[in-house]
C-alpha cells in the first residue's frame, strides 16, 4: 500500500530565501505525484504534477519540484520565496495498478510554509 | 470553465444533530465527486466517491454517509452528529478516473461539533 511522508510539519524562512519541502512515498508499483496548496481558510489548488516525461516539473508562481525514483522523493522547491507564498503544502501520490482501477490520492501531512518579512 | 460550489463555509452543531453539506460541480458532465476530511494535524482523509447518479463508494467506516441524488451534486450527511466529526470537509471532482487524474478541490466547510 502507498504511503507518503512529508519531513517537515513546519518551515520558516524569510522572505526571498530559498526553500525545500521535503516529500517522501513508498510504493509497490508506478506511481503519479501531486503537489497542492492550501491558503487559510481555503480548498486545496494543484500546484504541480508530475505524470511522466521529464522529472523536473514547474508551476506558474516559480515552484518546481523532481521526481527521483531511486530515492523514492518528490520534493517542492523555490529558489526565492514571497510573503503570499505561506500557506499548507500537501504532497500526494497515486498509484498505477493497472487496468481501470481507481487512482486514490493519498496525502501527506501537510507542511506549514511561514515567509517571514 | 468548472467550478465548484459547497456550502455552509461554518457551520457549528451539537453533538447528536444531524448534519448535511451540500456541493456541486458547475461546467463539466458526469464528474467524478469526492469527499475528505482534514482534521486537525492530520492530513487530508478520503470519506467517499461517486462515479455516477447514485453510485456511492465509502473509504473508512463512520458516522457520515453520502448521497447524488443529481449529476453534479454531491451530499454529505449525519443523522447524529459525534464530536469526532469536527474537522473541515472538502468536497472535490475530477473528470477522469485512474491514477493520472487531476482532483479539483472546494473551499472546503469548517464544521465545529459542540
Known amino acids: 500500500a502507498q504511503s507518503v511522508t512529508q519531513l517537515d510539519s513546519q518551515v520558516p524562512v524569510f522572505e526571498e530565501a530559498p526553500v525545500e519541502l521535503r516529500c517522501n512515498y513508498s510504493s509497490s508499483v508506478s506511481v503519479y505525484l501531486f503537489w497542492y496548496v492550501q491558503y487559510p481558510n481555503q480548498g486545496l489548488q494543484l500546484l504541480l504534477k508530475?505524470?511522466?516525461?521529464?522529472?523536473l516539473v514547474e508551476s506558474i508562481n516559480g515552484f518546481e519540484a523532481e521526481f527521483n525514483k531511486s530515492q523514492t522523493s518528490f520534493h517542492l522547491r523555490k529558489p526565492s520565496v514571497h510573503i503570499s507564498d505561506t500557506a499548507e503544502y500537501f504532497c500526494?501520490?497515486?498509484?498505477?495498478?493497472?487496468?481501470?482501477?481507481?487512482?486514490?490520492?493519498?496525502f501527506g501531512q501537510g507542511t506549514i510554509l511561514t515567509v517571514h518579512p | 470553465s468548472q467550478t465548484i460550489h459547497q456550502w455552509p463555509a461554518t457551520l457549528v452543531q451539537p453533538v447528536g444533530s444531524p448534519l448535511s453539506l451540500e456541493c456541486t460541480v458547475e461546467?463539466?458532465?458526469?464528474?467524478?465527486l469526492y469527499w475528505y476530511r482534514q482534521a486537525a494535524g492530520r492530513g487530508l482523509q478520503l470519506l467517499f466517491y461517486s462515479v455516477g447518479i447514485g453510485q456511492i463508494s465509502s473509504e473508512v467506516p463512520q458516522n457520515l454517509s453520502a448521497s447524488r441524488p443529481q449529476d453534479r451534486q454531491f451530499i454529505l450527511s449525519s443523522k447524529k452528529l459525534l464530536l469526532s466529526d469536527s474537522g473541515f470537509y472538502l468536497c472535490a471532482w475530477s473528470v477522469d478516473w485512474g491514477p493520472r487524474n487531476t482532483i479539483y478541490f472546494g473551499e472546503g466547510s469548517w464544521l465545529t461539533v459542540v
Open positions: 508530475y505524470l511522466s516525461g521529464s522529472t
Open positions: 500526494a501520490v497515486s498509484e498505477d495498478a493497472g487496468g481501470t482501477s481507481y487512482g486514490k490520492l493519498t
Open positions: 461546467g463539466t458532465s458526469n464528474p467524478n
